[in-house]
């Protein structure tokens, strides 16, 4: 399917960690997709949400590296950026993710994920994790299933 195409109908548009760090590094596998995605953002034409597992997750390479320039390029872009929202995780989230972790089998991370974007009311879930396809309380778009 084509990338404008799935975000047909969304306005708020969760980002988990693979598309960021796709977007940041420019993996030249993804980047034609998700520069497509990043442009929609850029242009309001949707908002991107973000929380605090994605910035974590991006994160892990440069602390490991020591690269202070991209740690920091990370927080800005999912903290001060214009037409992404930086969510955080309250208790609400957190119960919803427990509900989701029984109800699917996720490991934390991505029960936390899909709880926030639940709970920031996004109509969609940008990712490149196949396995979250079976989640049916909100729409999963795996970046390798999109076309430009």
Known sequence: MRVIEALSGVSRLFLDTSPVVYFVEE?????PIISIIFEQIEHAALVGIAAPVTLAECL???CRTGDVAGQREFVELLTNTENIEFVDIGQQVGQRAGELRAKYNLQLPDSLQIATALDAGC????TNDVQL???SDLRVLVISELET
């Not at 993996?27 to 980047?31: G, I, K, Q, R, V």
């Open 60 to 62: 892990v390479v440069p």
């Open 133 to 135: 396809k079976r989640i």
């Open 123 to 126: 109509e969609a879930f940008l």
């Open 27 to 31: 993996n030249p596998d993804f980047l």
